[in-house]
Each structure stands twice: as C-alpha cells, then as structure tokens.
C-alpha cells in the first residue's frame, strides 16, 4: 500500500495509469473513499495517469482527533501528489478542497472540476449535528439520513457499496470532516481564483443544490463553464456516463484542426500496422481521396471520440457490419480484434445479439467466417 506523511498523518493513495500522460487527482466526498471514482477508472486511464488519495480519517488514511480545516485536507492531497502540476477534480467534500487548492496554489493546477460543492454550506448547523452523533452514537445512526441525501432513491445499485464504506469510517474521522465542512466559507476567495473551472451541480442534489451552491461557484469564479448534470449528490454514480463524459471534455484538449493525422495513429492501434501499411502501399491517385476521407471522419473524428472506448467501439461495428452482410469488414474487424482485445466471449454474445435483431442467416453467416478466425 502507498502511503504518504502530511502533518504527522499517513495518507493512503492510489496511482494508477502511465506516468507519460498527464496526472488528474480525484478526491472523494465525505464518508466516502477513492473507490467512490471507480466508474469513471476505465475512461480516465486511457488519458490521465489518475491518483486518488484517501482523505484524513477516511479509507486506508491514518485517523487524527479533533477538527480538521479546509486547509489541512488541501495539504493532505498535496502531500501525495509526485508532481508540479496536475488536472484536478472533486466531489462534495472533495470539491471544496479543489477551490482551496484552486485560490491558494494556482501554479500547481491546471483545470479544476467542482462537483456538486459549495462554497458555503447552508446550514453549518447540521454538520454540527451530524459530527456530534457520529462520535457518540456510530456511523449505524447516521448511515440512512445520508443515504438518502445521496441518492435519488436509496435501492440505487451504487448505494449498497456506499452504504458499507461509509459504516466502515472511523467516527473520529468523519466527525473531523464534518468540523472542517461546518468552518469552512470561501465565498472570499473565488473570484480570485483564475485555474480554469468546470462547475457541476443539478436542483436534484438534495444537501447542495444548484441554487446557493454550484450557482454561486459558477457566478463567482471568473470564466468558470457549467455542467448540468439531473442527479442527486453523488453524480458521478447515479449518470456515470454523462459525468465522465462532461469530465473529458473539459479536461482534455481541443481535438486538432485535422483530424488526419490522430485518424492514423488509432487506425494502426485498431486494426494494425500490417493491414494499414498494405492499405498505404495499395493507393492510387484514384482510391487517395477515400482513403484519406476514412481516416480523417471514421478514425480520426468518430473512433478517437472519447464518449466510447475502442473495444466497445469495435463491437458495435461487428454486429452492425454482420447486420448488413459487410462480411469484407466483418472478417477485417474479428481478424484484428482477436489480435488485440477481441476475446471469443465477446464475439460469441455479438453474434448471438445479431441472431435476435437481425437474423439466424446473418448470424450463421458471421459465425462461419468467426470460426475460420479462430482457427487460424
């Protein structure tokens, strides 16, 4: 396990992906861990190198009594991070450290997200309340009245994993995270903030709405952009895919102006050096034009779009081409696919979604020419 040291505090981390691409750090809301940002682990290995600390008190992180601050969270996440700059992005509790960072250590960050935060919370009181029972009663007493502030309804899928992670936090911990929530107001600091800021927030987030919450973040932080995302407190569980996807965008770069040259490098990774060098080597002044149409518009524009993965992506084209009877691309797609991340279970639930939706002929057809890969 990694730990780092942080004011006489052990904090666990994870880091996970290539250390060539660049580091995004997600940090988790309270009550919660870094296991909190698993939906979106697949999509963001394929861009980031990811780290996801445990905050003070939570997870595998070293529990200290008393309060804790804003600040000392932010320092904890600092602690942690093994480079100059990073992407940035938190929810709740994790966001409010991203505002801190993003106010007080702006040439550590370069883009910081913000979900379903505030920058202060509307009724102090009741996190005051909520640190009080904790510490006397257990983490038991206060597990349904967060459950139900988190999700839209509490037989979510995700809500059973949440619900044990949070009965498994130290009290003294929480209570520590609550403190630091119930002092914290940095109304002050956000229109000094100038880190890019992507705000994400819904009227549907019971403990901070848009309205008071997410609204003053965006109307206060110069230049800040906006995701409306209709889900209850723990977004990035309840629309997965739509927080991933607006994560990306506005974290990753503007897409070149020519897609042509992105359209051969993911056409290579797909479908192989091999069969593009023989694709290359085969064009004519007659055929260039096509040829350079598919790889700028189907590889570089729609196969590079980060919304789907290239697995998912290759799957989609193998029940669409055996569909429509394309067995030229079909037998292209499985030939490369089971050189790559193409694996017989897969095709095998292809061809037999193919059977319902489009026809036994169809499927017969492309289980023959799959069975003839196979082999060989």
Not at 115 to 130: C, H, K, L, M, Q
Not at 192 to 205: A, F, K, M, Q
Not at 332 to 350: S, Y
Request: charged share 20%; net charge negative; proline share 8%.
């Amino acid at each position: 396990m990694a730990f780092a040291h942080s004011q006489s505090c052990r904090i666990y981390y994870r880091l996970e992906g290539s250390p060539d691409k660049p580091l995004l750090v997600l940090v988790h809301a309270l009550g919660t861990d870094h296991g909190l940002w698993d939906p979106q682990m697949p999509a963001l290995l394929r861009y980031f190198q990811v780290l996801r600390p445990d905050l003070r008190g939570h997870g595998a992180s070293q529990v200290t009594g008393g309060d804790y601050t804003i600040s000392q969270l932010g320092a904890d996440v600092l602690a942690a991070v093994p480079r100059e700059r990073f992407f940035y992005c938190g929810l709740s509790l994790g966001g409010m450290i991203g505002q801190w960072l993003a106010a007080c250590h702006p040439e550590r960050v370069e883009r910081v997200v913000l979900a379903n935060t505030s920058p202060r919370v509307g009724d102090p009181g009741i996190f005051e309340a909520r640190r009080q029972t904790a510490l006397k009663e257990g983490m038991e007493a206060i597990e349904p009245a967060v459950i139900e502030r988190c999700f839209s309804a509490p037989s979510h899928p995700a809500a059973d994993s949440i619900r044990a992670v949070l009965r498994q936090t130290d009290p003294t911990g929480y209570a520590g995270c609550c403190a630091a929530i119930r002092d914290m107001d940095h109304r002050p600091l956000l229109s000094s903030i100038r880190v890019p800021t992507l705000v994400i927030g819904s009227e549907r987030d019971v403990p901070m709405p848009w309205t008071g919450h997410g609204a003053v973040l965006a109307s206060c932080i110069p230049g800040s952009q906006i995701a409306n995302i209709p889900a209850a407190h723990l977004s990035n569980l309840e629309r997965p895919a739509a927080f991933t996807h607006a994560l990306l965008e506005f974290l990753l770069p503007a897409p070149p102006p020519d897609p042509l040259e992105t359209g051969f490098a993911l056409r290579r990774a797909v479908l192989g050096d091999a069969h593009v060098d023989r694709a290359i080597a085969a064009t004519t002044a007659f055929t260039r034009d096509f040829q350079e149409l598919i790889t700028r518009y189907a590889w570089g524009t729609i196969w590079t779009r980060p919304g789907l993965d290239p697995g998912t992506r290759r799957l989609l084209v193998l029940a669409m081409t055996a569909a429509l009877g394309r067995w030229e691309e079909f037998r292209l797609h499985v030939r490369t696919g089971l050189t790559a991340e193409l694996e017989p279970e897969d095709l095998k639930e292809v061809l037999l979604q193919v059977a319902i939706y489009a026809g036994v002929p169809a499927a017969n057809s492309a289980h023959q020419i799959a069975a003839e890969e196979l082999a060989g």
